[in-house]
């Protein structure tokens, strides 16, 4: 134990040495290496927040522009043509652009916005704050972290404008149809900037994972065992463990598909005549493209719900003015979450002829990541269990992300189990299920991170009125809108289908598809008062003054109200406790730097 | 944006500036309602501040305590009506065999699932409304319980095994071999459409290679004339024919890009791989004219959809499937000529006569 505290004081006696360093540079800051290629964590964290914030708006808005397609698909809106051109023609969206809308909508929402925007933002904002150090263990890597994102984005912002249009087979991008230009525009020029884009996207994950665990590991400050790091920090070290394992994977699937397209490779093709022309490929397998992206794309799924359960977790805590239930219960089931993550991957891929008994393997190990997930559910509902709760707009975030996480996750129970995948496979069900329990879910954890550190970061406050209507009509539009498609998917209907109208099996739902719609238009313009709440107030907000709004226990409300490089003015302060006792002995809260008291009574 | 349908029905001048129009209207009472959201938004801060801010904010946490009630309440009510509203769309009963043992795992998963839905939203939501902030509640310090962990993580561990249990004992009986006497189909995907191949009397599908597609020259799969499986392989694009209650493995491939052989109301799927064949079994239990009668829908066909994004043609990858008796599927192949002697007319031996499709058929009896 006492080795366990030694190690964390020797590294910040030598952080103190860089911390001089960062003085000097402090004095001699000019506008471009404080807000743009800065290496403080909490301007990259920004950084990586306000690029989300945009990529959400332009993947939403792709939303909107396929829901009215799904739900009018026989009316013209001509104010689509003065946009879109011939991609919309005569006001209809066209095929070719409903496809590549849904897989940009795909692609930009799960890697950009739940990804980057999510994981990169209160990675970079709190990993340093909540630990007690500087900054991160490689600033320079970690402003390359966000720039690498940059390039990405624009690259993939570069793709919408081609003649061909941008990457058109699915966020999942399987070949052939993704390797075969011949097949499809959007695999012409398009697809190979995605795989680009992609790739500095691999390698911005990788920069800023390897920073935030060697942080994690390193950098805590003095008495900030492992054991007493907010669940926060437990959740973006794993997220971290996920990303640095799993995305080079993606990187070397990608690369492979790049050879098979531009290089004559046959990888993944065989046997194929496309458009009446016998391609010369034999001898590669389709499937093992499938194996190896979703050996990222499942551990993907946890990258972006385990941070939003982090967030949950503090602010659950923080605002019933209770302790976390289960601390440890918390941390252990983080973990096997994380180790489970990478062996459930082929229960995406239950009908492509995977050998049965393989299929039962991922079957059990799926259904057993529900065990963790469940006892994480009761430990929430046991923190709010007898607590004094103050409904915040972060609270009511960290509440609907219980909610929408039970929700998705029984659907889960479901889709896991083989015999009822093989007719839920594909269909609207899957489109629901993900929809709430990662999409929305992760959405809700990271409002409710932006609600709750917003004072932290901009030294302002959200206005909450706007906060509270963006709550309720989030949680009112997600329900309507998800959860109902899943009678669409118990019909069978396929995902991805753009029209019904002509299907005897899959007509049958044009009002409700209809209504979904309407819905998704008011909770999108809801997000765009969001958007301006978030910069309005960020210059024009009502101003912090004290030093600990929340009455939160952790480090970063130990810093200056607009902390500088280097978070706090003095020494770090060092650590006596865990961070979570609230309500303790009578006490409201007693943060982390507190020592303990002479009777205070232990557990 | 609630358009009129009937009225728009080409580009022409007038609808389409109104439309226009109306789009603009659309968005600008958007436009205008938020910004009167957003004037009462800021005035609610500035009173708050001065009514006090402390008095404000518990008096916005008794209506959130309140709302989240509410949406409880309101919420389970409208699970409920969604059910009711839509239970009577989703397909009825399976028509195959093997889909009964799906609908019923799916019927054990929504009943164990359901429970745990129920009591866990409750509490979520019943215990945001009790343990919302009050002056007189002192907050309980309770950071754990050892006895009570190990309650909820045994229970959802003894559900669960439940669950694979039943799950895998179903998905090795669908998934198993197919009976001996399984009639057997090839189904091959390309954009956008299926093709079918029976084994014609021999039972066996000839082999076949795709270098050798060639539409023009009548061989659309790429068969291998030379084995004399082949000579009497029936191809045919769009419809497949399936005798109730006799099991029909299929046999499934593709051309171009994976697709997928989906059957919602067999409730049965497998992708078609391009370069690796894969393969379902299934039975029928209803033939289309009973599900006509069953639906009451006189339009009513069975479909046969691609579920696995295939390009812009996805939407409308559709196949028909018609379950026969065995004497009607009989009657329906008797006139159906081998794709050999289509392909190869002067290896066909009737192929002058005028009368061929007669004579075909009294060699098949």
Redesign the interface.
């Known amino acids: 134990m006492s080795e366990e505290m030694n190690t964390p004081q020797e590294v910040v006696t030598t952080h103190e040495v860089h911390h001089d360093e960062h003085h000097v540079h402090h004095h001699k800051e000019t506008f471009i290496t404080k807000y743009i290629f800065s290496q403080d964590h909490k301007t990259i964290g920004k950084q990586f927040l306000i690029t989300g914030i945009i990529w959400a708006i332009i993947g939403g808005l792709f939303s909107v522009l396929f829901r009215?397609q799904l739900?009018?698909p026989?009316?013209?809106?001509?104010?689509l043509e003065?946009f879109f051109g011939h991609w919309a023609k005569?006001?209809q969206i066209?095929?070719?652009f409903y496809?590549a809308l849904i897989t940009m909508h795909g692609t930009v929402l799960v890697f950009f916005v739940l990804t980057a925007g999510l994981s990169g933002t209160f990675a970079n904002l709190l990993i340093p704050l909540q630990i007690g150090a500087r900054d991160m263990a490689a600033p320079l890597l970690n402003m390359l972290s966000y720039w690498f994102f940059f390039m990405a984005s624009v690259v993939m912002v570069s793709s919408l404008f081609i003649s061909t249009g941008p990457a058109a087979?699915?966020w999942t991008v399987?070949?052939?149809?993704s390797a075969?230009g011949q097949?499809?525009?959007g695999s012409k020029l398009g697809m190979d900037l995605w795989i680009v884009s992609m790739a500095l996207f691999v390698v911005s994950s990788l920069l800023g994972g390897l920073n935030y665990i060697s942080t994690i590991l390193n950098m805590r400050t003095k008495g900030m065992s492992m054991t007493r790091l907010p669940l926060t920090i437990w959740a973006l070290f794993f997220t971290a463990i996920l990303g640095v394992l799993s995305f080079p994977v993606l990187l070397s699937g990608l690369i492979l598909l790049l050879f098979d397209r531009n290089l004559g490779t046959s990888f993944y093709?065989?046997?194929?005549?496309?458009?009446?022309q016998?391609l010369p490929n034999?001898?590669?397998?389709?499937?093992l493209f499938q194996h190896l992206f979703w050996f990222l794309g499942h551990p993907e799924v946890y990258i972006i719900i385990l941070p939003a359960m982090g967030i949950a977790s503090e602010i659950l805590s923080v605002n019933?003015?209770?302790?976390?239930?289960?601390?440890?219960?918390m941390v252990g089931s983080l973990f096997a979450i994380t180790v489970l993550a990478f062996l459930v991957w082929a229960h995406h891929m239950f009908?492509?002829?995977l050998n049965?008994f393989l299929?039962?393997i991922f079957?059990?190990l799926t259904?057993?990541i529900?065990?963790p997930s469940?006892?994480k559910?009761?430990?929430?509902?046991?923190t709010?269990?007898?607590?004094?709760?103050?409904?915040f707009p972060s609270t009511?975030f960290a509440?609907g992300f219980?909610?929408l996480f039970?929700?998705g996750g029984?659907?889960g129970?479901?889709l896991g189990?083989?015999?009822?995948d093989?007719?839920l496979?594909?269909?609207m069900f899957i489109v629901a299920h993900f929809h709430i329990v990662m999409g929305v879910a992760g959405m809700f954890g990271m409002f409710a991170g932006i609600y709750h550190w917003f004072p932290k970061m901009f030294g302002r406050y959200l206005?909450?009125?706007?906060g509270?209507?963006h709550f309720?009509v989030t949680?009112?539009g997600a329900?309507l809108i998800f959860?109902?498609m899943h009678?669409e998917g118990?019909?069978?209907?396929?995902r991805?289908?753009?029209?019904?109208s002509?299907?005897?099996?899959?007509s049958?739902?044009a009002d409700?598809d209809r209504m979904i719609?309407?819905v998704s238009?008011l909770v999108f313009?809801v997000q765009?008062?969001f958007v301006?709440n978030f910069f309005y107030s960020i210059f024009k907000g009502?101003k912090v003054t004290s030093q600990n709004p929340w009455g939160s226990n952790t480090l970063e409300w130990t810093t200056p109200i607009r902390p500088g490089h280097g978070n706090w003015e003095g020494e770090i302060p060092e650590v006596h406790r865990w961070a979570?006792d609230?309500?303790?002995?009578?006490r409201e809260f007693i943060p982390q730097v507190e020592p303990i008291g002479a009777n205070e009574s232990t557990? | 944006?609630c358009?009129d349908?009937p009225a728009?029905s080409g580009?022409r001048g007038r609808p389409?500036n109104s439309?226009?129009m109306q789009?603009i209207f659309i968005i600008a009472i958007?436009g205008l309602g938020?910004l009167i959201?957003?004037q009462?938004?800021?005035a609610?801060?500035y009173v708050a501040?001065l009514r006090g801010e402390e008095k404000a904010?518990k008096q916005?946490?008794k209506v959130?305590?309140f709302?989240?009630l509410a949406?409880l309440v309101v919420?389970l009510i409208?699970?409920y009506y969604?059910n009711e509203r839509?239970?009577g769309?989703?397909?009825g009963p399976s028509a195959s065999v093997q889909?009964v043992?799906?609908d019923r795992?799916?019927y054990i998963?929504i009943a164990l699932?359901g429970i745990?839905?129920l009591i866990?939203?409750i509490?979520?939501?019943w215990?945001?409304y009790k343990?919302?902030?009050?002056d007189k509640?002192?907050?309980?310090?309770?950071?754990?319980?050892n006895k009570?962990?190990m309650i909820?993580?045994v229970i959802?561990?003894i559900a669960?095994t439940v669950?694979?249990g039943?799950?895998?004992f179903?998905?090795?009986k669908?998934?198993?071999d197919a009976p001996k006497d399984a009639m057997i189909v090839e189904v091959t995907g390309?954009?956008f459409g299926w093709e079918f191949r029976y084994p014609g009397k021999d039972g066996i599908l000839g082999k076949k290679y795709?270098?050798y597609?060639d539409?023009a020259k009548n061989n659309p799969l790429?068969q291998i004339w030379d084995d004399p499986a082949n000579h009497d392989d029936v191809w045919m694009e769009q419809e497949m024919h399936l005798v109730v209650n006799r099991p029909v493995k299929l046999i499934i491939g593709s051309?171009?890009?994976?697709h997928?052989v989906?059957l919602?109301?067999f409730?049965?799927?497998?992708?078609a791989?391009?370069?690796?064949?894969?393969?379902m079994w299934f039975t029928p239990r209803f033939t289309t004219k009973q599900m006509i009668k069953k639906t009451g829908?006189p339009?009513?066909?069975y479909?046969l959809?691609?579920?696995?994004?295939?390009?812009?043609?996805?939407?409308?990858m559709?196949g028909v499937v018609v379950v026969q008796t065995q004497d009607e599927f009989d009657a329906w192949m008797m006139d159906k000529k081998p794709q050999y002697y289509v392909a190869n007319p002067d290896k066909d031996p009737y192929a002058p006569k005028p009368d061929s499709v007669k004579t075909v058929a009294a060699i098949i009896k």
């Open positions: 009215l739900g009018y026989d009316q013209h809106f001509p104010i003065t005569g006001g066209q095929p070719e496809y087979g699915g399987y070949p052939p149809l075969l097949a499809s525009e093709l065989s046997d194929i005549v496309v458009n009446g016998v034999e001898g590669g397998s389709a499937i019933s003015r209770k302790p976390i239930f289960g601390y440890m219960a009908v492509t002829g049965p299929g039962s079957v059990l259904l057993l529900a065990v469940a006892i559910v009761f430990n929430w509902l046991t709010l269990w007898r607590g004094n709760i103050r409904f009511l509440i219980v909610s039970i929700s029984l659907t129970i479901f189990n083989s015999t009822i093989i007719h496979h594909d269909t206005n909450s009125t706007l509270y209507i309720w949680m009112i329900y959860w109902p009678y118990l019909a069978g209907m396929p991805r289908y753009l029209d019904k002509s299907w005897v099996s899959f049958q739902f409700l719609t309407i238009i313009a765009l008062m301006f009502r979570y609230y309500g303790k002995d009578g557990h | 944006m358009l349908g728009l580009i389409y439309l226009f789009t958007l938020f959201t957003f009462i938004a800021k609610s801060e501040v904010r916005s946490n959130n305590a709302m989240l949406f919420g409208g699970v969604c839509l239970k769309k989703i397909l889909g043992l799906i795992m799916l998963t699932t745990v839905f866990t939203q509490c979520l939501f215990f945001s343990y919302q902030e009050s509640r002192k907050p309980y310090y309770y950071p754990h319980n009570l962990e909820w993580t959802p561990a669960l669950l694979v039943f799950g895998l179903y998905w090795f669908i998934t198993g390309k954009q795709f270098k597609i539409p790429g051309k171009d890009v994976i997928d989906g919602a109301h409730r049965m799927k497998m992708d791989v391009p370069g690796t064949p894969t393969t829908n339009k009513f066909v479909e959809s691609c579920d696995q994004m295939c390009g812009k043609g996805h939407t409308g559709r």
